[in-house]
């Protein structure tokens, strides 16, 4: 069956001048390119960020989300960066973490991360913790290091041998003295009474095959 190449070739010439047809492309295109740029915005945001909130009574809420820098001056949704100096934006595209610099940073399993707090009054606006001060350290000054526990249980443990009678301390001896004696007189026991039986055997043996020998004889002709 021939091909009508004139048809199909008028044809392709129809659809690529169909006006749908070039807003469906230019309309792919779009969200394409609209994919590409929320992919490299989101890849930016590599810091880890924990916010600190105050609830008051020396208690706090905290809160993790990522963090990266973008330039000032950006365009269409903050997708597109058109210039100025870096600044650290939250992932919610809304908050900016103010003043911080590269000797702020702290470390969350081994990567950096930013730890920044909250203004009380306007929760908008973040600024970084450069130093962390930890409290209450005479909890941990108040245990025993690991030698001094360990050492403190030999004392205890020898303080107690000490007041243990002669029977306590030597009762594990006695026990195992008891059982190996126990079993020897069972051996004893076991090997005398087989060897009984296997004389008693032995002479029910003989006596069967005499009275056997004897039946033979009398019975024969």
């Known amino acids: 069956m021939p091909i009508n190449l004139g048809g199909i070739g008028n044809g392709m010439m129809g659809l690529l001048s169909n006006t749908l047809t070039w807003a469906i492309v230019l309309i792919l295109i779009f969200v394409v390119g609209i994919g590409l740029l929320k ?14 909130v105050s609830l008051g009574q020396g208690k706090c ?4 989300s990522k963090a990266g820098w973008f330039k000032k001056n950006r365009k269409f ?11 650290l934006i939250c992932k919610d595209g809304k908050r900016k973490i103010h003043n911080i610099s590269s ?4 470390e969350l399993n081994g990567k950096r991360c930013v730890l920044c707090k909250r203004k009380d009054d306007d929760p908008d606006i973040l600024v970084p ?7 209450n350290l005479g909890l941990l000054a108040s245990i025993a290091p690991a030698d001094y526990r360990d050492a403190a249980a030999q ?8 007041t243990m009678s002669w029977l306590d301390k030597n009762a594990p001896m006695l026990i195992a003295m008891g059982v190996f004696i126990f079993g020897l007189i069972a051996l ?6 087989a060897k009984g039986e296997s004389a008693a055997w032995r002479d029910a043996m003989t006596t069967f095959k005499t009275a056997g020998t004897v039946i033979l004889n009398s019975t024969a002709p």
């Open 77 to 87: 949704f903050g997708l597109v960066e058109a210039g100025g100096e870096q600044e």
């Open 129 to 135: 913790l450069n130093k962390v001060e930890i409290k």
């Open 155 to 162: 004392i205890l443990e020898e303080k107690k041998k000490e």
């Open 188 to 193: 004893i026991i076991v090997f005398n009474f």
């Open 61 to 64: 809420s905290f809160y993790f």
């Open 39 to 52: 992919l490299k915005q989101s890849r930016k945001f590599r810091y880890p960020c924990l916010e600190v």
């Open 103 to 106: 000797t702020d940073y702290h």
